[in-house]
């Protein structure tokens, strides 16, 4: 029973990455905060029959334990964004290559700009592909205010971009 809840666990990992690089900015600390996350629920193996969703609880404690880290860092005044050719993104042509990472440097400082609780949200339902039921589970939030919370992202990230696609102007 305990490996197949573990196996489970490793199976969400890419997800709970996906999360702790949202918020953190860094392939190096989301994958602390994962690692971190992982050794916490091992350890926390008693509890787990009281455990009614495995993911989500994961998820909810991915997000709390980065945020932590993320606040302890930015009283440090370290870097917090990654670059976008992080990410992996590819072409076949050079010029395609640069549009697409301006592009995405240019989403992702706009996403950062939202509050968290937007940020967050965006990730869960528009990369990780949850429910609105699944979110609001992890953030502890009504599924109304998950579409809310959602929706007003949404349109703020499209204000900017259209903002900044019309004017030239620069997301910071």
Known sequence: MRLEKFDRIIAIKDKLFRLAFNIMGTREDAEDVVQDVILRVWNKQD??????????????SVRNVALDK???????????F?????????????????????????????????????QTVMQLRDIEE???????????ISEEQVKVTLFRARQKVKEFFKKIDRYGLSAD
């Open 47 to 60: 509890s787990w029959k009281d455990i009614d969703n495995l993911e989500g609880y994961c998820m909810r």
């Open 70 to 80: 993320f606040s302890l860092k930015a009283n440090r005044n370290e870097e917090l």
């Open 130 to 140: 949850m429910s609105y039921k699944e979110i609001a589970e992890i953030m502890q």
């Open 82 to 118: 990654a670059d976008a050719s992080e990410n992996g993104l590819s072409t076949s042509h050079p010029g395609e290559i640069l549009e697409q990472n301006e592009q995405l440097d240019i989403i992702y400082r706009l996403i950062k700009q939202l509050p968290e609780k937007q």
